[in-house]
């Protein structure tokens, strides 16, 4: 079992940076591949992020490429997104979430989720 708590949203004006991070229970965090979504109002989720269980590798969704970074700690038991040169259309809530296996940008490939932090990019 791994709960995940997001942390570090909050209201940004466009062209600034926020840094959201995901503290994981459990002492087996270093064993699963990690992921970032989000969910505008009325709108299905979206996938943003993904990171191997060692870190080595990740993967983007296009509309993020070159201005979010997904990064984990695996000793304090954290994943990151840095992100930079933040939209309007970045406003949404951001999940994080777990899963066995080979990093993936399915939602549905994944076991485990936080509640959510809300990121609003206002002009």
């Known amino acids: 079992q791994v709960q995940l708590v997001e942390s570090g949203g909050g209201l940004v004006q466009a062209g600034g940076s926020l840094r959201l991070s995901c503290a994981a229970s459990?002492?087996?965090?270093?064993?699963?591949?990690m992921g970032w979504f989000r969910q505008a109002p009325g709108k299905e989720h979206e996938f943003v992020a993904t990171?191997?269980?060692?870190?080595?590798?990740?993967y983007y969704v296009d509309s993020v490429k070159g201005r979010f970074t997904i990064s984990r700690d695996n000793v304090k038991n954290t994943m990151y997104l840095q992100m930079n040169t933040l939209k309007t259309e970045d406003t949404a809530v951001y999940y994080c979430?777990?899963?066995?296996?080979?990093?993936?940008?399915?939602?549905?490939?994944?076991?485990?989720w936080g509640r959510g932090t809300q990121v609003t990019v206002s002009l």
């Open positions: 979430a777990a899963k066995r296996g080979a990093y993936s940008d399915l939602r549905i490939s994944y076991d485990y």
């Open positions: 459990g002492r087996t965090f270093s064993t699963y591949a």
């Open positions: 990171i191997t269980a060692s870190g080595g590798h990740t």
